[in-house]
């Protein structure tokens, strides 16, 4: 049974940096989504099997870095410059196909979830 835990998140002020950690128990292509209270659950950041190909949301690029240790088998989310937008619980997610994928109906397994909240 595939298994993604994931670590990190926390309060912090607008314009700070926080890096969430997502250790699974194989190795796949990843994602990192996001859903704030009431809305609806949205694609932040994705990454192929190597680690040489991301893709970002238009809200994060430039302020977010995905990338991963294949040997530790963990992806990692560098957020920086946060603002109180990107306020949400956020997810990591796994796929088995060879391209990145932005869609979470793509996405065959699911973290916990942990919770970023950044004040103004």
């Known amino acids: 049974q595939v298994q993604l835990v994931e670590s990190g998140g926390g309060l912090v002020q607008a314009g700070g940096s926080l890096r969430l950690s997502c250790a699974a128990s194989?190795?796949?292509?990843m994602g990192w989504f996001r859903q704030a209270p009431g809305k609806e659950r949205e694609f932040v950041a994705a990454i192929n099997w190597s680690g040489c190909s991301t893709y970002y949301a238009d809200s994060v690029k430039g302020r977010f870095t995905i990338s991963r240790d294949n040997a530790k088998n963990t992806v990692y989310l560098q957020m920086n410059n946060l603002k109180p937008e990107d306020t949400a619980v956020y997810y990591c997610?796994?796929?088995?196909?060879?391209?990145?994928?932005?869609?979470?109906?793509?996405?065959?397994?699911w973290g916990q979830g942990t919770q970023v909240t950044v004040s103004s």
């Open positions: 194989g190795h796949y292509a």
């Open positions: 997610a796994a796929h088995k196909k060879l391209s990145i994928r932005s869609s979470a109906y793509e996405y065959d397994y």
